[in-house]
């Protein structure tokens, strides 16, 4: 405080005015002010992981931050936890695809040199094919569904019929059966597309909401081959068994406890049914029982452990594990399930 009264001291006699020695003082105290505010609002307002929302079904274990040569992830927005081999596999800003081990260790990265150009969702089957969602490029500039070997090596690209769909189906997440059957889900899209092992279109699962077609955007299995399908826009899950027919479906739209803003994606314990679901707009994860009985809630909008900006994705691995790719806070968050 001395030397601020020294400066204003010092200004204002240079100032010709007593009006200028005045406001230099007032422009001075004004600054001042809004420097303490800023603090106390760092203080006060800034959420801390400590205190993130925890759920009595979950505990915070760990988070994954690096690639495979130690440099950041950037903006995560897909993550897939393969069955067979155990590997956890992310999609981030840089249009590539990091593999890691189940012990989150960076193994392999999958980028342009391997036919990798812009990926936006995967899934992998029994025998370890993978099949790769990407965007238009400039080489090649419509959607496909691009196919690997276990190997990682391309192998062929699927290509949508638009005389068999809507010409803004854009494909964005897949799972696959084990009969060899893709679901590939949309944006805003009013139905999950099946196509055969040899990219035949064998039907359309189209959830109904009031005599009208739900428009969703996500769609995932579990080991018993139940389907999952989420609709961000009605801001609920249809559940299907493994022969496509309806069972039920949860989930309320709303942005209080309880229900879903803008849900994006699934991720099933097949050793409990327990389901969570990644709110992108309450920047919460929603836990659910085997039938959609709505249980609790963790996270919330920050920065420390279990708290989430802007979640976009998250899957479990056969451990029980819940990973979700908290996108604006650059990582993978890893969650152990509690019985």
Not at 61 to 70: F, R, T
Not at 136 to 162: C, G, M
Not at 227 to 252: C, T
Not at 310 to 333: H, K
Request: charged share 25%; net charge negative.
């Amino acid at each position: 405080m001395k030397y601020l009264v020294s400066a204003f001291s010092s200004r204002c006699f240079i100032s010709e005015t007593s009006s200028l020695c005045f406001y230099s003082i007032l422009s001075s105290s004004l600054k001042l002010i809004k420097l303490l505010l800023i603090i106390i609002g760092l203080l006060f307002l800034v959420p801390r992981g400590l205190y993130a929302q925890q759920s009595p079904y979950v505990s915070y274990i760990d988070s994954i931050n690096e690639d495979e040569e130690g440099g950041k992830i950037s903006f995560p927005s897909f993550i897939f936890a393969e069955q067979v081999m155990k590997e956890i596999y992310v999609i981030d800003s840089k249009a590539r695809i990091i593999i890691y081990t189940s012990d989150f260790f960076p193994v392999f990265t999958l980028s342009k040199r391997n036919g990798i150009e812009a990926p936006l969702g995967l899934t992998v089957d029994a025998e370890g094919n993978m099949y790769v969602a990407q965007a238009p490029t400039k080489e090649n500039p419509r959607y496909r569904i691009s196919v690997f070997n276990a190997r990682l090596q391309w192998e062929h690209d699927i290509y949508l019929k638009r005389s068999e769909i809507d010409e803004s189906f854009i494909p964005s997440r897949l799972a696959v059966d084990k009969k060899g059957n893709l679901y590939i889900a949309g944006s805003y899209f009013s139905g999950v597309l099946v196509l055969d092992s040899k990219g035949q279109l064998l039907e359309t699962i189209s959830p109904e909401e009031e005599d009208r077609k739900a428009k969703v955007n996500n769609v995932t299995l579990d080991d018993t081959g139940r389907i999952y399908i989420v609709s961000e826009e009605e801001g609920r899950i249809y559940v299907y068994d493994e022969n496509r027919k309806f069972l039920f479906k949860f989930g309320e739209k709303g942005g209080s406890t309880g229900k879903l803003s803008r849900p994006l994606a699934i991720g099933i314990d097949n050793s409990t049914g327990r389901m969570y679901v990644v709110d992108y707009m309450r920047h919460t994860i929603s836990v659910y029982d085997k039938d959609g009985k709505y249980l609790s809630e963790f996270g919330g909008l920050g920065w420390g452990e279990g708290w989430f900006q802007y979640p976009r994705d998250l899957t479990v691995d056969s451990t029980g594990r819940i990973l979700i790719a908290d996108t604006f806070n650059n990582r993978i968050q890893v969650f152990q399930a509690k019985e």
